[in-house]
């Protein structure tokens, strides 16, 4: 990878994106995560390739839920940031495909970034750190920041431009081959399976509910909606959300008041 492939302007804005990426979840929410980082990090990129309605454009395209292990997040605003200048360049790109290949990135890339940094680094930092501070060491949380925050530094700030380098020589690749609309159908449903496993892990709900027809029969209603399907309640619940926020306009906040009401109320009657 050489500088030289980049312009003065392209260096510019990948290290205002490396430096705005530090803030990426420090307006972190729960209806979208790090969205409004990612945002932040990539704009200098979409102010330099839109004007008017089209920067508002590409501002609502990267505003959308965002999160994965923090050193891999250039990687994919690198890799989004080169898929905005082709499509401010060609009239046929197509805008699905942006968010198609962020959502499909998001999880792998966590589950590699969170087993290095998470499962590793900080397991050896931890454990240096400690033995300095056993041994009265002053500098025992020093050496476990250094150890740990270095590696996430250089990662973070070469993983900008090998997203963004990269994301060049790949897009010109796939539409020359042609394979461009491939691409995005494969990049959606692993997006999809992602939003998926997502769902099944951050929802839970299990009832207490039991039917009893005579002392020696009783109908465990949460058994019964297992074997019908498992975390079939949390997908309709999630599925019933979405179409209020996107079809009936429904905010976040409003959903997020009547899932507290609908809980309270379940919880008061001992269904869950």
Same mark, same amino acid.
């Given at each position: 990878?050489?500088? %030289?492939?980049?312009?003065?302007?392209?260096?510019?804005?990948?290290?205002?994106?490396?430096?705005?990426?530090?803030?990426?979840?420090?307006?972190?929410?729960?209806?979208?995560?790090?969205?409004?980082?990612?945002?932040?990090?990539?704009?200098?990129?979409?102010? #330099?390739?839109? #004007?008017?309605?089209?920067?508002? #454009?590409?501002?609502?395209?990267?505003?959308?839920?965002?999160?994965?292990?923090?050193?891999?997040?250039?990687?994919?605003?690198?890799?989004?940031?080169?898929? #905005?200048? +082709?499509?401010?360049? %060609?009239?046929?790109?197509?805008?699905?495909?942006?968010?198609?290949?962020?959502?499909?990135?998001?999880?792998?890339?966590?589950?590699?970034?969170?087993?290095?940094?998470?499962?590793?680094?900080?397991?050896?930092?931890? !454990?240096?750190?400690?033995?300095?501070?056993?041994?009265?060491?002053?500098?025992?949380?020093?050496?476990?920041?250094?150890?740990?925050?270095?590696?996430?530094?250089?990662?973070?700030?070469? %993983?900008?431009?090998?997203?963004?380098?990269? !994301?060049?020589?790949?897009?010109?690749?796939?539409?020359?081959?042609?394979?461009? /609309?491939?691409?995005?159908?494969?990049?959606?449903?692993?997006?999809?399976?992602?939003?998926?496993?997502?769902?099944?892990?951050?929802?839970?709900?299990?009832?207490?509910?039991?039917?009893?027809?005579?002392? +020696? %029969?009783?109908?465990?209603?949460?058994?019964?909606?297992?074997?019908?399907?498992?975390?079939?309640?949390?997908?309709?619940?999630?599925?019933?959300? /979405?179409?209020?926020?996107?079809?009936?306009?429904?905010?976040?906040?409003?959903?997020?008041?009547?899932?507290?009401?609908?809980?309270?109320?379940?919880?008061?009657?001992?269904?869950?």
């Amino acid at each position: 990878m050489s500088k %030289n492939q980049l312009t003065k302007q392209e260096e510019k804005n990948i290290n205002k994106m490396f430096w705005r990426s530090f803030t990426l979840f420090s307006s972190f929410g729960y209806a979208n995560h790090g969205a409004t980082g990612f945002l932040y990090s990539v704009l200098p990129f979409l102010e #330099e390739y839109y #004007e008017g309605e089209e920067l508002k #454009e590409a501002m609502d395209r990267n505003i959308v839920w965002f999160n994965t292990t923090h050193p891999f997040s250039t990687f994919i605003m690198g890799l989004v940031s080169s898929m #905005e200048k +082709e499509n401010s360049e %060609n009239p046929d790109f197509d805008t699905d495909s942006i968010n198609a290949v962020k959502t499909s990135l998001m999880g792998p890339l966590a589950g590699i970034g969170d087993s290095i940094f998470w499962g590793i680094i900080r397991i050896i930092a931890a !454990g240096i750190a400690i033995g300095l501070g056993m041994q009265g060491n002053v500098l025992a949380p020093i050496v476990f920041i250094l150890i740990y925050n270095i590696p996430s530094v250089l990662l973070r700030y070469y %993983n900008a431009r090998i997203g963004y380098l990269l !994301g060049s020589t790949y897009l010109e690749k796939v539409y020359e081959s042609g394979l461009i /609309h491939i691409l995005t159908k494969a990049a959606s449903s692993l997006g999809l399976f992602m939003i998926g496993a997502m769902t099944v892990s951050f929802i839970s709900f299990n009832t207490s509910l039991e039917i009893v027809f005579s002392p +020696e %029969n009783t109908m465990v209603v949460q058994d019964v909606l297992d074997q019908l399907f498992v975390g079939l309640i949390p997908l309709v619940y999630t599925l019933g959300s /979405h179409y209020l926020m996107s079809k009936k306009k429904w905010s976040f906040n409003r959903v997020l008041v009547v899932t507290i009401v609908i809980c309270l109320i379940l919880s008061f009657i001992g269904v869950v």
